[in-house]
């Protein structure tokens, strides 16, 4: 019989797991911390240790009304409470409660003593009292390095903690200790060399130093969970007003998305018309295009639409502030600053370094959670992708795709290219195939003149016009117009005609549009439309092979 066939007979023991509270770490712990084991937190100065062990207290007792014990070997608790009420935490009404208690084993001022044979039993003694006073399920030291530096021998060290931690586990509380590393790189997980060792769990909290954008970066990392699972990877971690955030990396999944039958209004008619009906919804659309060809005011025309059809929307813009995009609305005639004044449309601006590159995922999804959103436009993903390295910022638009598909929302991102004629490629990051609809806008040159091109790249699940046709942008916003006829290379930018079109080619062209418009708007069944298409495109052929024989 195959391990794997005993394994499949027996039933799985799960080990049982505390939350922490701790905003996305849980995620990344798969529900929590092992329940009733010892965990070892260490990191460099300034990684957040104490943050992460109190908060872990105040997170039992807020959510679970699980009383704690919090045991300071550094700081007095006059200070510690001082400095965490700063992240809005109520540590004097929790202590008067009996629900929070400390331990205080801070250093005296003339304390410079040598320890020889000491022992931990009269402090182990203290914390199981104040554990026992309050009925505490959970405990953190804070930290075992200031403790176990009266220590010289190692093996003194380990015995001592691993007792410390019998003790806390015979008596059914979970435990946090914090411990100091000296240096990020030295492989070393505490400052003595054995803590991990004697520990159920160990979690790095990482303090680097960005050498390319020049600023600290914090993270946190699970090295071990002893019988149980959790993430392996290096996830941001921010201290912020309120506390510890935890930014697990977007997690794509198409697991329970549905695909909807139904095409909704781009905003833009002559585009509904070349996508046959409209864009699907709950779909991803990506508009792509050098600067001034359009982008923004189809983005704009998007959410626009929405209002119309009663949808609610989201803009996130990161190239103009709001009054300027206000200003600009008003000239196409449209009241982007009364809708968002109704709640219609909620406008969000900013500039993407206003904000850590791992807050911006979060900050999305907070705001889709906060109202029911129809319709969702980032304007523009290449502002956002300055502040991520190339394999992260693609991570992030796969996972908040895969996100806003599982919530129902259609979106619009627009994307900057940087060749203004040329095309060479779609997105600098490729990230084509994550999207359902891609519209290329850009400039060509023709016959001295600069005119605006518009070109369906890719729709997904749908037919659609596979024409360049001209893209014209005035006062009463974007239309689209005919096809550029008996001209070639459009694409490069630097177009040329290479004869005068025949009329029998241009009527029939002309033909196929009226058809289209007529079905699109309602005015003819499918199978008539399919009947009509079908005969003009035997004479559209005809009418070509003829001019291409003449040539």
Same mark, same amino acid.
């Given at each position: 019989m195959q391990i794997s066939d005993t394994i499949k007979k027996n039933k799985k023991v799960q080990v049982a797991k505390v939350p922490t509270g701790i905003e996305g770490f849980d995620d990344i712990a798969h529900g929590g911390i092992p329940k009733g084991r010892t965990t070892l937190v260490s990191g460099t100065s300034g990684s957040g240790k104490t943050v992460f062990a109190m908060e872990f207290l105040i997170g039992g007792i807020l959510q679970n009304n699980d009383p704690g014990v919090f045991v300071t070997f550094e700081e007095t608790p006059e200070d510690i409470t001082k400095n965490m009420s700063s992240f809005g935490w109520p540590l004097k009404q929790l202590i008067k409660d009996k629900k929070l208690l400390f331990v205080d084993a801070s250093p005296v001022e003339d304390e410079s003593v040598e320890i020889g044979d000491y022992d931990l039993s009269g402090f182990i003694s203290r914390v199981l009292n104040a554990v026992k006073k309050v009925n505490a399920k959970r405990v953190s030291v804070d930290s075992i390095s200031a403790l176990f530096s009266r220590f010289r021998d190692q093996v003194v060290i380990r015995h001592e903690l691993y007792r410390l931690g019998s003790q806390l586990k015979r008596v059914g509380v979970t435990t946090i200790l914090t411990a100091e590393r000296i240096l990020e790189k030295d492989g070393q997980i505490g400052r003595f060399g054995v803590e991990e060792f004697v520990s159920d769990n160990v979690i790095l909290l990482h303090n680097y130093l960005d050498t390319i954008r020049g600023d600290r970066k914090r993270s946190v990392e699970i090295l071990k969970f002893r019988g149980t699972t959790h993430e392996t990877q290096d996830t941001p971690l921010l201290v912020l007003e309120d506390g510890m955030h935890v930014f697990p990396r977007p997690r794509p999944t198409y697991k329970g998305h549905m695909s909807s039958d139904e095409k909704i209004a781009s905003g833009i008619p002559g585009l509904n018309k070349m996508l046959f009906g409209g864009i699907y919804k709950n779909s991803t659309n990506l508009v792509t295009g050098a600067s001034g060809t359009g982008k923004t005011v189809s983005a704009m025309a998007f959410i626009m639409e929405g209002v119309r059809q009663k949808e609610k929307g989201i803009y996130i813009a990161f190239e103009e502030s709001a009054e300027q995009l206000y200003r600009n609305a008003e000239s196409f005639g449209w009241d982007l600053r009364g809708e968002v004044k109704k709640g219609n449309i909620r406008l969000f601006t900013s500039v993407p370094e206003e904000l850590k590159a791992e807050e911006h995922f979060k900050r999305f999804r907070d705001i889709v959670e906060e109202v029911d959103v129809d319709r969702f436009v980032i304007d523009s993903l290449s502002a956002l992708e300055?502040?991520?390295?190339?394999?992260?910022? *693609? &991570?992030?638009?796969?996972?908040?795709?895969? =996100?806003?598909? +599982? /919530?129902?929302?259609?979106?619009?991102?627009?994307n900057t290219t940087t060749a203004l004629l040329d095309v060479s490629q779609i997105t600098e990051t490729h990230l084509s195939t994550a999207t359902d609809n891609i519209i290329l806008l850009k400039y060509i040159e023709l016959d001295g003149h600069m005119k605006r091109a518009i070109a369906l790249i890719k729709a997904r699940g749908s037919d659609h016009d596979k024409q360049v046709r001209e893209l014209i942008i005035d006062s009463h916003g974007m239309s689209i117009g005919h096809p550029f006829y008996g001209v070639e290379n459009l694409m490069a930018g630097s177009a040329k005609r290479?004869?005068?079109?025949?009329?029998?080619?241009?009527?029939?062209? *002309? &033909?196929?549009?009226?058809?289209?418009?007529? =079905?699109?708007? +309602? /005015?003819?069944?499918?199978?008539?439309?399919?009947?009509?298409?079908?005969?003009?495109?035997?004479?559209?052929?005809?009418?070509?092979?003829?001019w291409t024989n003449n040539i």
């Open positions: 300055r502040i991520y390295p190339p394999d992260r910022f *693609r &991570e992030f638009t796969i996972g908040l795709n895969a =996100y806003l598909k +599982g /919530k129902k929302v259609t979106t619009m991102l627009t290479v004869t005068k079109i025949p009329e029998s080619v241009a009527r029939t062209s *002309r &033909e196929i549009d009226r058809l289209r418009s007529e =079905y699109v708007d +309602g /005015k003819m069944g499918k199978d008539e439309y399919e009947k009509e298409l079908a005969k003009l495109r035997v004479d559209q052929k005809g009418a070509e092979k003829e």
